[in-house]
């Protein structure tokens, strides 16, 4: 299989996007360029008293709208080209969700389910102390993405303000450096998302993402008519089981969908019977807890509610007849290799970078009708945005708050890439990356 470069792929949007506006050679060069890439090389000390080192990245894409925004990966196939794409993709993405934010992204190349958790703690830390002089509260604000947590955040987070007042305290001396510290801690607090609640994180982060992607689903299930395409509700296969794939599974089963395939890096799981069983998220997550695998669960019966299913591939859950697929895991998913055996007729982006350029083409003409990453995804960093705000005004909204203006905001989007499709008609991909352009460029 050729490896497929999701920075080209993100290109190739772009160039598709900019057939429909009129841009000068610098507006296009500065759209497609990153303004800066971080590249390190950092020590982490291993519990068996050896020094490693690791390789991380930090890709400063654009920052028209705002301070870079984006998240950091843990993973052992992190490369440049993919933490180029995922900056790029935000910077994307924050336009089309209409924050005052750029685009950036960060990425370890790592398994970090090979450490321990003091080595989780000592990498995270490392990492900042490689790049700390590159963010900030006010220039790049880095938030969780695969494999990494709010408690990892919190190490960075601690990391980064200790390396920041050791620094700037030296010039102060006494009282004075004591009020100095209080109050520059709170604002340096809004230099990372995706914190623990009680360290300064915001109500409805973990879940965002998930419910926003929902939100999206319920918008555009009132522009187009989809039918189940067997049984009373609509049906949906799941890809990827971390924070995103299961929240939005959880929605999904809350409201009434059935969610009949699931799956994890490690296997999938199906229904036995497509026209009446359903999986129960919750207590898929806790039969995983248990087994540390989704595959492991389909036999455990009595335990959780998989004595229906059976294990499958992850693979094979991407061509299942559903009526909504979801793929929630990493970049590539649907290519031109298995585009064609696609069956859902909606397809709802929750990974970013999924589906590559030709699966686009071949999906469009197919009728597949697909909510792009940049759109159904950015529920995640819609609430990052409401934790700076709160972090740089030293409140906190509640709950209700924070949803409430969260599924405002994200219909407000999905109202603006549906109308600009239905005008240019384009797909919502397409569309989403002129709504977003327009606003990058300052004309809105
Ligand atoms: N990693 C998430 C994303 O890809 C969230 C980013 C953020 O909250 O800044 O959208």
Redesign the pocket.
């Known amino acids: 299989m050729i490896k497929i470069n999701p920075f080209e792929s993100a290109l190739a949007q772009l160039s598709k996007a900019l057939q429909f506006l009129k841009l000068s050679p610098a507006q296009i060069e500065r759209l497609k360029n990153p303004e800066k890439i971080i590249s390190v090389n950092f020590p982490v000390k291993m519990d068996d008293g050896k020094v490693k080192i690791f390789h991380g990245f930090r890709v400063q894409h654009n920052s028209a709208l705002g301070p870079y925004?984006?998240?950091?990966?843990f993973h052992h196939q992190v490369d440049m080209n993919e933490v180029k794409a995922?900056a790029f993709?935000?910077a994307i993405?924050?336009a089309v969700a209409d924050l005052p934010?750029g685009g950036g992204?960060g990425g370890v190349e790592v398994d970090p389910k090979k450490l321990s958790d003091h080595e989780l703690e000592r990498l995270s830390r490392g990492y900042i102390q490689a790049i700390w002089r590159d963010i900030g509260q006010d220039l790049d604000?880095?938030?969780?993405?695969?494999n990494?947590t709010p408690q990892i955040m919190k190490w960075m987070a601690d990391e980064f303000i200790k390396l920041k007042t050791q620094n700037s305290l030296r010039l102060h001396s006494g009282q004075a450096k004591l009020k100095t510290k209080e109050k520059e801690i709170s604002k340096l607090m809004g230099t990372f998302?995706?914190k623990p609640l009680d360290y300064g994180g915001s109500e409805g982060?973990t879940e965002?993402?998930g419910i926003g992607g929902f939100f999206v689903l319920q918008a555009l299930l009132k522009k187009i008519s989809l039918k189940p395409r067997n049984g009373k509700e609509l049906t949906a296969a799941v890809q990827g089981f971390g924070n995103?794939g299961f929240y939005m599974a959880k929605f999904l089963h809350e409201a009434g969908f059935r969610v009949v395939a699931l799956s994890d890096s490690k296997g999938a799981i199906v229904v036995n019977d497509m026209k009446k069983d359903s999986f129960n998220p919750d207590l898929v997550l806790k039969c995983k807890k248990e087994k540390g695998t989704i595959s492991g669960c389909y036999c455990v019966g009595s335990v959780c509610d998989l004595k229906n299913g059976r294990p499958t591939t992850n693979e094979k859950l991407l061509e299942l007849p559903v009526d909504i697929l979801v793929p929630s895991a990493l970049e590539n998913q649907i290519t031109g290799d298995n585009a064609d055996r696609i069956q859902a007729k909606v397809i709802v982006e929750m990974a970013?970078g999924p589906t590559t350029p030709e699966a686009d083409r071949i999906l469009h003409k197919k009728g597949v009708t697909l909510v792009p990453?940049v759109l159904a995804?950015?529920g995640?960093?819609?609430?990052?945005?409401f934790?700076w705000m709160q972090n740089l005004a030293g409140s906190h909204w509640s709950g209700s708050e924070v949803r409430s203006k969260l599924q405002k905001k994200i219909e407000s989007a999905f109202s603006a890439v549906w109308e600009t499709s239905r005008e240019e008609k384009t797909d919502l991909r397409t569309a989403a990356f002129i709504v977003a352009i327009k606003r990058i460029i300052g004309d809105k």
């Open positions: 925004k984006g998240g950091i990966r995922l993709w935000m993405k924050c934010l992204k604000v880095p938030a969780p993405d695969v990494t998302t995706g982060r965002a993402t995103v970013n990453d995804n950015s995640g960093v819609t609430v990052s945005c934790e």
